[in-house]
């Protein structure tokens, strides 16, 4: 089993920053992919960014410039930058990982989902 942290979020201003950090734990040898989608009231869920365990991103557009993804693949952790933060950002924000290979060397075929938090942003 694999289980995903998620911290970081909260009330800020528009254009205010707020950082998102997600730890996965469990039997894990790799993950081969981490990110972050989010959820707005009434509307699905969507890729805000992700990031391989080569190093390569990929951003919403809507946050291309303003959000910086990174992680830290030796402890299996992911960060969220975001800046100029605006209200439209308002969501609750999941941390995914997929492409988990387990310590056994097996992989597990479904992505795994934080519990998610809630980013507000708003004067």
């Known amino acids: 089993q694999v289980q995903l942290v998620e911290s970081g979020g909260g009330l800020v201003q528009p254009g205010g920053s707020l950082r998102l950090s997600c730890a996965a734990s469990g039997s894990i040898f790799s993950i081969y992919a981490m990110g972050w989608y989010r959820q707005a009231p009434g509307k699905q869920r969507e890729l805000v960014a992700t990031?391989?365990?080569?190093?390569?991103?990929n951003y919403a557009d809507s946050v291309k410039g303003r959000f910086t993804i990174a992680r830290d693949n030796a402890k299996n952790t992911v960060n969220l930058q975001m800046n100029s933060l605006k209200p439209e950002n308002t969501a609750v924000y999941y941390c995914?990982?997929?492409?988990?290979?387990?310590?056994?060397?097996?992989?597990?075929?479904?992505?795994?989902w934080g519990q998610g938090t809630q980013v507000t942003v708003s004067s």
């Open positions: 995914n990982a997929d492409g988990v290979l387990g310590a056994d060397m097996v992989a597990y075929v479904e992505p795994y």
């Open positions: 990031i391989t365990n080569g190093g390569s991103t």
